[in-house]
């Protein structure tokens, strides 16, 4: 029953430093997305996956880099972090859904990123 | 492009009273609903869908009706309790894609 995992679960940085997020799903899912979601903003789309070996910009995606090699891992990796980029980071994972079916997101627990 | 508006929070109730949560929508076609809800210090969880006009979701007491002539999709519970304090997101999503997010209304409920 794990569904989508999310590692590591807090992490400090210095600017500067670099760092990779690592998302796992156990449901098979095509799609796979990183959100940040900061105080007052509601949930920003980083990056996403439609498929393994594919990743598309979102709305904020500058900053970030991603990586899907294997269908059930979605990677975040921040080069070279930034006091901007202290947040909560959210990985989801989806279905591709026929019409007449919802399709819903999947959500991990998120992970905290603070950088000083 | 796509959005989702919800009513400005906070919302603060006392228990066992009314809640409903404004939630309309712009988008082109036909695309499903749903309401999220974050517990504090956890990710989101589907709270329910619905994913045509006039389907009704509902879960743990919530409802929520797909209105495609006032492009709405509010959330209602008739007795709110402690445990329902958490912020909600309404979202809509087009064939498991494509998902778009409300910025959220946190709600808190007092005994």
């Known amino acids: 029953n794990a569904g989508v995992t999310q590692t590591p679960k807090f992490r400090v940085l210095k600017t500067g430093q670099s760092m990779t997020l690592l998302c796992a799903q156990d449901?098979?899912?095509?799609?796979m997305y990183w959100y940040r979601q900061d105080p007052g903003m509601g949930l920003r789309l980083i990056h996403y996956?439609?498929?393994?070996?594919?990743?598309a910009k979102g709305e904020v995606p500058d900053g970030y880099n991603v990586s899907r090699l294997k269908k059930q891992n979605f990677l975040l990796g921040l080069e070279s972090a930034a006091p901007s980029q202290t947040s909560v980071y959210f990985c989801?994972?989806?279905?591709?859904?026929?019409?007449?079916?919802?399709?819903?997101?999947?959500f991990g627990e998120g992970s905290r990123l603070t950088v000083l | 492009g796509n959005s989702v508006t919800q009513m400005e929070g906070p919302v603060t109730l006392s228990e066992e009273a009314f809640l409903t949560i404004n939630c309309t929508y712009t988008?082109?076609?036909?695309?499903?609903l749903f309401w999220y809800v974050q517990y504090p210090g956890e990710g989101l969880q589907l709270l329910l869908k619905?994913?045509?006009?006039?389907d009704k979701g509902s879960n743990k007491g919530f409802e929520a009706t797909y209105r495609k002539e006032t492009t709405s999709f509010h959330l209602e519970k008739g007795s709110v309790q402690v445990s329902d304090s958490a912020v909600y997101f309404c979202?809509?999503?087009?064939?498991?894609?494509?998902?778009?997010f409300g910025p959220g209304t946190r709600l808190s409920v007092l005994p």
């Open positions: 989801a994972s989806s279905s591709f859904a026929e019409r007449g079916m919802t399709g819903e997101l999947f």
């Open positions: 449901m098979n899912h095509e799609y």
């Open positions: 996956s439609v498929g393994e070996g594919t990743t």
């Open positions: 988008a082109t076609g036909y695309p499903s």
């Open positions: 619905a994913t045509k006009a006039d």
């Open positions: 979202a809509l999503g087009y064939y498991g894609q494509n998902f778009v």
